[in-house]
């Protein structure tokens, strides 16, 4: 800036102490590190939602840096969280998955069933005996092909009941192992959907957590900026109204353009580091 001749000594003397305090503040470097950009702590919410993350997927225990980003996983135990389940439910399937729902007292109940049933059929022998003696004809062929056929018939009766009973002791056992087989496949469906709901839960809360800490620090850093900023500012209010004093086209002013103006925040970035649990757990459901 060149100092006007022939302006008052009043003008030339605030022109003085305009350059005076411009080379002042010019020469002296601003401390930048004070509003330098700078992305919070990854949050404890969210750390645990990777770790539990990390344990669904059968990984073992997550070692994290100071900023919370991953440095290990370790090995852990290679099983899924939902496969318990599903080995479980295969244990429930096949030709032989009837065996273990049988129960310990069928034959218990088909023995005492077909007893009775003996029972009443040497009844019906004696009948027979007894209708030969009032006919006089006891002992006789006729009274023997008549217990013969009487026999036949019962002993086919006999084996059609014990098939019988058979038949519901398999039919009940094969609906139990289904019925189990189903049970073990829903909870291995269940079981990540809710751990997937702890997951999205605890990253929920850590971008809400890292959000507002965030927030604190990009109001922090630019309060440092505009602080820091202020003298600038000032010099250039006051070289424009010199220069509109002096009578010049074009006001006196350095260049100040982006020196307080606000910047970008690093939240969203920040944020959008842990936005991929969600979406991981999104897609099982």
Known sequence: MAIQTGASPDLEASQKRYLSGLNSLTNVPTDTSKFAPEVQRQSD????????????????????DDQGGVKSIG??????????????????????????????YQQDV????????????????????????????????????????YQTDSNRNRA?????????????AQAAAGQAFGQQSQLATL?????????????????????????GEDA??????????????????LASGLGSLGGMTTP???????????????????LSLGTTLGGIYGSIK
């Open 45 to 64: 919410f969210s750390m645990a939602a990777q770790q539990e993350l990390a344990r669904q997927a059968g990984l073992g225990a997550i070692t994290f």
């Open 75 to 104: 090995a852990g135990t290679g099983v899924m969280g939902f496969e318990p389940y599903l080995n479980q439910a295969a244990q429930y399937s096949g030709p032989d998955a009837y065996q273990q729902f049988m129960s310990p």
């Open 110 to 149: 088909i023995d005492t069933t077909l007893t009775e049933y003996d029972v009443q059929s040497q009844r019906g022998m004696q009948g027979i005996a007894d209708r030969a003696v009032g006919a006089g004809a006891f002992g006789g062929g006729r009274e023997g092909v008549e217990r013969a056929n």
């Open 160 to 172: 059609a009941l014990q098939a019988q009973l058979l038949g519901q002791g398999f039919g009940q």
């Open 191 to 215: 079981q990540p959907a809710l751990a997937g709901q702890t997951v999205a839960g605890l990253q929920a809360a850590g971008s809400s957590d890292l959000a507002y800490r965030q927030a």
């Open 220 to 237: 922090r850093r630019q309060a440092a900026r505009l602080a820091a900023y202020e003298p600038y500012e000032r010099t250039s209010y």
């Open 252 to 270: 006196l002013s350095p260049a100040m353009t982006g020196m307080s103006s606000p910047q970008m925040s690093p939240l969203q970035t920040a």
